[in-house]
């Protein structure tokens, strides 16, 4: 899931080299915490956070094979 987040958002910023996802796992979930550059902050929420619900989407899809909550956070 690390690798799938971290394409999604160096395609949408303007500072890719800033882009740091992380990724820890507890008894129920997956947590993948992603940061960006704070100039990049909206591109990555987009309006109305239609982009986050997307990437979290994207995710969720990605995670059901394993049976798996992915939480997506964005910092």
Do not use: F, N
């Amino acid at each position: 899931m690390k690798e799938l987040v971290e394409i999604i958002a160096t395609s949408l910023v303007d500072h890719p080299e800033e882009v740091v996802v992380t990724e820890h796992e507890t008894d129920k979930a997956i947590v993948v915490e992603l940061k960006v550059a704070a100039d990049d902050m909206g591109k990555v929420i987009g309006k109305q956070g239609r982009i986050a619900k997307a990437i979290r989407t994207v995710v969720k899809a990605a995670a059901s094979k394993d049976d798996k909550k992915v939480i997506v956070e964005i910092q």
